[in-house]
C-alpha cells in the first residue's frame, strides 16, 4: 500500500464533491497529509491560482476518502478470525484500494478469551494509524435476533467484560452492539459511555418502548461523560437484525427514526441492495436526514473475493451470486461490497451524491470523535477518492500519499 507522495502542492482537479456541494470544475490543494483549499478552479487565491489552473482535470469526481464504521474484513481475511497483523492489514487493504481510507475493524460474538486477543491485535494496528477503531458486534444481544452471529457466545450483559475489552482496547473502542432490552445492559452502556466508547442498539426485539427509554438513559449518560467520543449512541444496521416493524407491534425501528431525526442516534445503514431496498433507503434520509445516518457495509471476508465458502467467526458461509449467507441456512451474514459500492447503489435509489458520500464519510467521522476526516475541506487530512462517472474507485489518496 506504499505509494509516491505527490509534489508539493499536491493538487487534485475534477468534479469535487464537499459536504455542501459539487463544485463542477473544482481542485483540493494539499501540503503533504493535510488539506489547503478548496474550491472552484477560477476562485483559487493569487498563490495557488496558476497551479489550479494547470491541473489538468481529473474526467470524474473527487471524493473524500470513506469512513466505514462497520466492516469485519475483505480480500478474503477476516477481523474476528485474524490470529496476525498480517491478515488484518489484507482486510484493510482490500478497502482502502476502493477508496475506504479510514475503517473500524468488527469482531463478532465470541467466547471472552477470543474477543480479548482480537482486541489486542486490533488495538495495535489503531495505534499504527492502520484502522480507526473496534467495534464488538455483540456477545451481549439478542438470541433470537442474532442474525450471523453464534448463539452459543451470546451473553448475559456483563459490566466487568465490558471495562476489560476497553482496557484492552487502550482507547480505540468505538462501538459495542448491545440488545437494549437485555437485563443489566444499562451497566454496560455506563460503562462505555464513561470509557470512550458508544453504545450500538441492535441485534434486538427490544419493544418501542424500551427501545425509547434505551436511547434517552444513553442520550444522558453521554452527555454527562466526559470521555464520550460523541454526544450520539448509534444503531446497528438499523432494520437488519432487529423485529420488523408492525402496526401493532411496532418495535424499535420507529423509536430508532424518531430519535434520529431528533438527532439523538445515528443510523447505520447497510444500503447495498441487498439488506435494504434503495427506495427505503431514500426515505430513511428524508426522515433522518444525512447528518444522522452512516452508510456502512457489514463487509466480511468474501468482500472482493468471488462466490465460495468463507468463515465468519466460528461459523462457516456461502457466498452465492455476491449474497453471503450462514452455509445451509437462510440467515445473510455481513456484506460484500465496498462503501463506494454502497455509496453507488444509494444515489442510484434516488439520494443525492452530496447526502450520501457526506453519510459515508462526514457523518461516520463524527461519530468516531475525529474532526481530521470525513470531508474535503481545508485543514483535514488528504485523504482522496477519485472515481469516475459511475463512481467506481479509479485512484486512492491517503494521507496526501497516492497508493
Known amino acids: 500500500m506504499e505509494g509516491m507522495t505527490l509534489s508539493q502542492p499536491g493538487v487534485v482537479r475534477g468534479r469535487v464533491v464537499t459536504p455542501e456541494a459539487v463544485v463542477e470544475d473544482g481542485v483540493v490543494v494539499h501540503d503533504g497529509d493535510a ?4 474550491g472552484a478552479v477560477g476562485e483559487a487565491p493569487a498563490e495557488l491560482a496558476e497551479v489550479a489552473a494547470r491541473a489538468v482535470p481529473h474526467e470524474g469526481f473527487v471524493l473524500p476518502g470513506l469512513v466505514d464504521l462497520h466492516c469485519h474484513g475483505g480480500g478474503g481475511a477476516s477481523f474476528p478470525d485474524a490470529l496476525d497483523a498480517e491478515t488484518a492489514r489484507t482486510a484493510v487493504g482490500e478497502h482502502l484500494r476502493h477508496g475506504t481510507t479510514s475503517v473500524v475493524a468488527s469482531l463478532v460474538t465470541a467466547e471472552p478469551a477470543v474477543l ?35 448463539p452459543a457466545g451470546i451473553r448475559e450483559p456483563d459490566p466487568e467484560l465490558t471495562a476489560e475489552l476497553l482496557e ?13 432490552e437485555a437485563p443489566g445492559v444499562d451497566d454496560v452502556v455506563r460503562v462505555l459511555a464513561r470509557g470512550g466508547a458508544l453504545p450500538s442498539f441492535g441485534h434486538t426485539v427490544a419493544s418501542a418502548a424500551r427501545a425509547g427509554q434505551a436511547v434517552r438513559e444513553a442520550t444522558e449518560l453521554l452527555a454527562s461523560a466526559p470521555s464520550a467520543r460523541s454526544a450520539r449512541a448509534t444503531v446497528t444496521h438499523l432494520c437488519n437484525g432487529m423485529n420488523p416493524m408492525h402496526h ?6 420507529p ?6 431525526a431528533r438527532g439523538q442516534l445515528v443510523l447505520e445503514l447497510i444500503a447495498d441492495g441487498t439488506h435494504l431496498d ?6 430513511f434520509f428524508e426522515i433522518a436526514g444525512r447528518e444522522n445516518i452512516a452508510l456502512v457495509t457489514d463487509a466480511m471476508a468474501a468482500a472482493g473475493m468471488p462466490d465460495g465458502d468463507y468463515q465468519l467467526g466460528s461459523l462457516a458461509v456461502t457466498v452465492s451470486d455476491g449474497v453471503a449467507r450462514l452455509t445451509g441456512g437462510t440467515s445473510i451474514a455481513g ?8 455509496v453507488r447503489t444509494t444515489v442510484a435509489g434516488g439520494v443525492r451524491l452530496v447526502d450520501a458520500v457526506y453519510a459515508a464519510a462526514t457523518s461516520p467521522a463524527a461519530v468516531l470523535g475525529d474532526e481530521t476526516i470525513g470531508a474535503l475541506a481545508p485543514g483535514r487530512r488528504a485523504d482522496i477518492l477519485l472515481t469516475d462517472e459511475d463512481l467506481r474507485p479509479v485512484r486512492v489518496i491517503r494521507k496526501g500519499t497516492a497508493l
Do not use: S, Y
Open 35 to 38: 488539506i489547503r483549499w478548496v
Open 116 to 150: 480479548r486477543e482480537r482486541t489486542v491485535l486490533l488495538a495495535g494496528l489503531a495505534e499504527a494509524g492502520e484502522i480507526a477503531g473496534i467495534h464488538f458486534e455483540g456477545p451481549f444481544i439478542a438470541a433470537e435476533r442474532c442474525g450471523a452471529q453464534n
Open 168 to 180: 484492552l482496547g487502550r482507547g480505540h473502542v468505538v462501538t459495542m452492539t448491545v440488545a437494549p
Open 248 to 253: 401493532r407491534e411496532p418495535g424499535p425501528i
Open 255 to 260: 423509536e430508532f427514526l424518531a430519535a434520529a
Open 278 to 283: 434503495p427506495h427505503l433507503v431514500r426515505a
Open 335 to 342: 456484506g460484500t461490497a465496498h462503501l463506494i459500492d454502497v
